[in-house]
């Protein structure tokens, strides 16, 4: 199975920074299919970007997502209040797919 | 705008079975993927696995020989039993709808289910 390792594990950003988040794979996802996900706490994850680079129904563009084969990132641009919270990275090219353990963006 | 909604025991002894359904409203089963993801206290997602509107299912290796899914089209929903639980599996179970060929847009809210005695 692939293996997702998300880093930094924790970053601690102001409002209105920039983050950015790293996922690494073991092996090659197949046709870029990667997503990245936002969860609060109590709250189910919530779809930001799929096949690596497409923001999902009403994102907004200060989300962004790029990479290929092993080595995705997941941008924002422009850190909102709003944006503090877990981000998981997601690979679904090849079964099972696998989640990586999470960062966690917290306010500085 | 699809909404689904988990059901089930939250409570569940070591060693029986863990059984929970995903209600789907405001949408039609047909034509989607349909997973379980868990995703214990504290912790990160596990994806147990995904059944075709048609029946078909794929499942984590590591949970394929505890588990099953189903569907029930004429319900529109669809359904997970995981056997012989244990304490490793007490987590919070979501339902999602695939969407983009693999990645998930509409979730459940999630139900907590703890195994113990």
């Known amino acids: 199975e692939i293996v997702l390792t998300q880093s930094p594990g924790t970053l601690s950003l102001s409002p209105g920074e920039r983050a950015t988040l790293s996922c690494r794979a073991s092996q090659s996802v197949g046709s870029s299919y990667l997503a990245w996900y936002q969860q609060k706490p109590g709250q189910a994850p919530r779809l930001l970007i799929y096949?690596?680079?497409s923001r999902a129904t009403g994102i907004p563009d200060r989300f962004s997502g790029s990479g290929s084969g092993t080595d995705f990132t997941l941008t924002i641009s422009r850190l909102e209040p709003e944006d503090f919270a877990v981000y998981y990275c997601?690979?679904?090219?090849?079964?099972?797919?696998?989640f990586g353990q999470g960062a966690k963006l917290e306010i500085k | 705008q699809v909404h689904l909604q988990e059901s089930g025991p939250g409570l569940v002894k070591p060693s029986e079975t863990l059984s929970l359904t995903c209600t789907i409203s405001?949408?039609?089963?047909?034509?989607?993927?349909w997973s379980w993801i868990r995703q214990p206290p504290g912790k990160g997602l596990e994806w147990i696995g995904y059944?075709?509107?048609?029946?078909?299912?794929n499942y984590n290796p590591s949970l394929k020989s505890r588990v099953t899914i189903s569907v029930d089209t004429s319900k529109n929903q669809f359904s997970l039993k995981l056997t012989s639980v244990t304490a490793a599996d007490t987590a919070v179970y979501y339902c999602?709808?695939?969407?983009?060929?693999?990645?998930?847009?509409?979730w459940g809210q999630g139900t907590l289910v703890t195994v113990s005695s």
């Open positions: 405001g949408g039609s089963i047909s034509n989607y993927y």
């Open positions: 999602a709808r695939e969407s983009g060929g693999g990645s998930y847009e509409e």
């Open positions: 096949g690596a680079s």
């Open positions: 997601q690979q679904y090219g090849s079964s099972p797919y696998t």
């Open positions: 059944i075709y509107y048609s029946g078909s299912t």
